[in-house]
């Protein structure tokens, strides 16, 4: 029983230290993994075959280990390279600080072997190829787009057509018979002539016709004369292919990253160029048109894209995009009382745009629209002190009404001179 | 014959309708602007282009030597040695209150997120699905302890990939934006087990936990 009890104990000692073993080791291991190493220590300034911030990883241990007999060196550079250069005087290390703008290298805390185990794994890397091939000239896809009208004006042709050679057939056979009975071929008349001649017989059926034709053209020009001064759809070709949906959609871009001043004041901004490099600078291809239109931001602000940095005293150059929202010179709108105050989403008025390649005009702007918003939207008025006093007014105001809570129009959103002045 | 060619009049009636409202739908044409001097001013709106200026850009850096209302200096130079200066110098001179730390949220979401994700790992969808290289994780051994004056410093003029913020964040909302990083910055392991409790950070953390054990036991 006791012999048992202790072989029992010694057993389970025995696994536990086995097992502890087993995971101590397994950190061991895992440290040596370069490719995570190199993720989360290094691929913020390099890549394993291109330069970034820093030149690229791969071949540099061979480099360097040829050149100063062993890995001590490369190794002693990448913990801590001011402190290399210092020591040890290594022009060649001087020389690449200074090719690379002067900026210092983060020292890294990891060992030397980690430091190898990164080194290797940068020179064993292959880039994925099989995914930007396959996207390319995405950007010159058209896609074509039924409009409904244009389908039911081909039907109606096409159904003309059918009928047109039907009666022919029809007329054919007819005259086909007479000559077997001996008759005389009935007198050539045409088409549109017969069928005149059919609508005259059938006064009720023209009727209806006729009023059926004149409400279409009716609607039609109600239509028309409605779209008069309205850009809705308003879709122009860009100077450049920017795609909202890659940036806001996919990539999680704060529409005010770019358009900050759609808080700050009147007009949402255009964003200037150094705002698209805050990233660009380190995405000089996109999925979609490679290096062509990114390379237009380039252009426009002078960035050296091989050599990682500004050209100095470029002429900068403006990127001219087409204005496609645009309000009356009679009406004043103010994006900061919207998205600030108001709490409007910005795809209120200017649809699913994170979904949109090209940007297109959503909401068509007339005057109907915006009133039918005030008419509709709350105005929050909680834990603001500001609205306290005006909300005790309201509800005694709208007493009668017992209205609790407000719409745009009760605080002045119907008003003329809120928006004309 | 008259009621005929009022059919055929209301036949080709419709055909021209049908053509005339087909071609204002181009996408590449703003529509029919009826006096459209009403619509298109004269006066010079936003951005429209300026043509006293020889390259017609409107939205031009202020005059040399302009200050804004409110406006102090950041005298520290955009130079290695400033970035050590700004981290000796500079304190942030905002309390850590609910109110600053919320207003700090907001900023972050709006102008950080996107690459440095929502836990500050790096992990942005800028990072996952726009190929951006991630930022260093805040926790990272190299930015744990990084001071807030070089934080500053950084935003103002940005470092390696990261870009300058200066023109979109103003001092304050910058030092806003400092105290919520703070925050990601110093994750206890207790905040950390949390976070793996979080589908969206789960593949994520156990990943930098191993970097954070391995570089301690170094």
Request: hydrophobic share 35%.
């Amino acid at each position: 029983m006791r012999n048992t009890w202790v072989s029992l104990t010694t057993k389970m000692l025995f696994s536990t230290a086995i097992l502890t073993v087993l995971l101590m080791s397994s950190p061991v291991s895992a440290q040596l993994d370069g490719e995570a190493l190199f993720k989360a220590n290094c691929s913020s300034c390099h890549k394993p075959d291109k330069k970034v911030v820093g030149p690229a990883l791969q071949g540099a241990r061979a480099n360097w280990s040829e050149r100063t007999e062993g890995d001590e060196a490369i190794v002693a550079w990448v913990q801590n390279s001011q402190d290399y250069i210092k020591t040890s005087g290594d022009s060649y290390a001087k020389q690449l600080f200074a090719d690379y703008n002067g900026s210092v290298m983060t020292p890294i805390p990891l060992s030397a072997e980690e430091i190898l185990a990164v080194l290797d794994y940068a020179d064993n890397y292959a880039p994925p190829v099989a995914e930007t091939a396959a996207s390319t000239g995405g950007a010159e896809q058209v896609e074509t787009e039924s409009d409904p009208t244009m389908w039911l004006v081909l039907i109606v042709i096409i159904f003309f057509i059918v009928f047109r050679v039907l009666w022919g057939v029809s007329k054919n056979l007819d005259n086909m018979n007479r000559q077997k009975d001996g008759e005389e071929a009935k007198a050539e008349i045409d088409f549109l002539g017969a069928l005149a001649d059919y609508f005259k017989r059938n006064k009720g059926l023209t009727v209806v016709v006729i009023i059926l034709l004149s409400g279409y053209i009716a609607i039609l020009g109600w239509d028309w004369l409605n779209a008069v001064g309205v850009n809705q759809a308003y879709q122009p070709t860009q100077p450049i292919w920017f795609s909202h949906k890659v940036h806001a959609g996919q990539n999680g871009i704060n529409c005010v990253y770019c358009h900050n001043s759609a808080e700050k004041g009147k007009a949402a901004g255009i964003p200037s160029v150094n705002i698209c490099m805050n990233c660009h600078m380190g995405v000089p291809e996109g999925k979609q048109t490679g290096t062509k239109e990114i390379a237009k931001i380039y252009d426009a602000i002078g960035w050296d894209a091989d050599k990682g940095r500004y050209i100095e005293g470029y002429e900068t150059k403006p990127i001219e995009w087409v204005r496609i929202h645009n309000l009356q010179d009679f009406v004043y709108f103010n994006h900061s009382q919207h998205v600030v105050v108001g709490k409007q989403k910005c795809q209120t008025c200017h649809g699913p745009i994170e979904e949109m390649d090209e940007v297109y005009q959503y909401s068509d702007l007339t005057m109907g629209w915006c009133i039918d918003c005030h008419r509709e939207t709350d105005v929050t008025m909680d834990d603001n002190g500001y609205y306290d006093r005006i909300h005790d007014d309201l509800v005694e105001k709208h007493k009668e009404e017992g209205l609790e809570s407000f719409k745009v129009e009760h605080i002045g959103g119907l008003e003329c001179v809120k928006c004309h002045y | 014959m008259s009621e005929i060619k009022f059919a055929k009049i209301l036949i080709l009636g419709a055909l021209i309708m049908v053509t005339v409202v087909g071609c204002t739908t181009d996408p590449q044409s703003p529509g029919i602007e009826y006096m459209p001097d009403m619509y298109r001013t004269p006066a010079l709106e936003p951005y429209s282009g300026n043509s006293n200026y020889p390259d017609s850009m409107e939205a031009r850096l202020p005059a040399e030597g302009s200050i804004p209302q409110g406006y102090l200096p950041y005298g520290i130079p955009n130079t290695n040695e400033g970035y050590e200066m700004a981290g000796a110098l500079l304190k942030n001179p905002l309390d850590g209150s609910d109110e600053i730390m919320a207003d700090g949220k907001v900023v972050y979401t709006k102008y950080c997120v996107h690459c440095h994700g929502k836990e500050g790992k790096g992990d942005g969808p800028t990072v996952t699905a726009g190929g951006h290289p991630p930022p260093p994780s805040y926790d990272s051994q190299t930015l744990k302890n990084l001071s807030e004056g070089k934080m500053f410093h950084t935003i103002t003029y940005g470092k390696n990939l990261m870009g300058p913020h200066a023109s979109q964040l103003n001092v304050e909302e910058r030092w806003k934006v400092i105290r919520y990083v703070q925050t990601l910055q110093g994750a206890t392991e207790a905040e950390s087990a949390e976070e793996t409790g979080d589908e969206n950070v789960e593949s994520e953390t156990p990943e930098a936990g191993t970097q954070e054990e391995t570089a301690m036991n170094n």
